[in-house]
């Protein structure tokens, strides 16, 4: 299993559907992700909301910077479903939130994060600049 993520976050990889997902409402946990990629998780009232259009639009312009650092954005539009990270994050209309690769909370905006500050972020991490990953 363990496998099969990490060919899914591989630079190599890097069309939309394995950048882009969507966080669906029982998943209880990102461990699934731990030492393969750094999930982006963006919470938004709504797929339409501005805050999350012009995220998704930053993003979109930066795929293969974000293949490159093993990310996938995963998003949750949808706060009547409930979802368990929702939950446990308790997000108060939009939220970016960034997981580093030892499964920890990086980045927590309530403003979209631009691209350049996201990977700037990354790029000082320590499995980032001892080329670990």
Known sequence: MATLFLLLCTASQAADITLFRTLMPETTS??????????????APSETDLNYVHQMAML????????????IVLSDTSPAS???LRAQLKPTGFEV???GKDGGMKIRETKPISSE????????????????D
């Open 82 to 84: 409930k979802g368990h």
């Open 117 to 132: 500050d996201l990977l700037s972020t990354i790029d000082r991490m320590p499995m980032r600049k001892a080329n670990l």
């Open 97 to 99: 939130v960034l997981i």
């Open 60 to 71: 979109e312009k930066s795929k293969a910077e974000l293949a490159d650092r093993d990310i």
């Open 30 to 43: 990102l461990n699934q992700y731990q030492w393969h990629c750094r999930p982006v998780v963006i919470f």
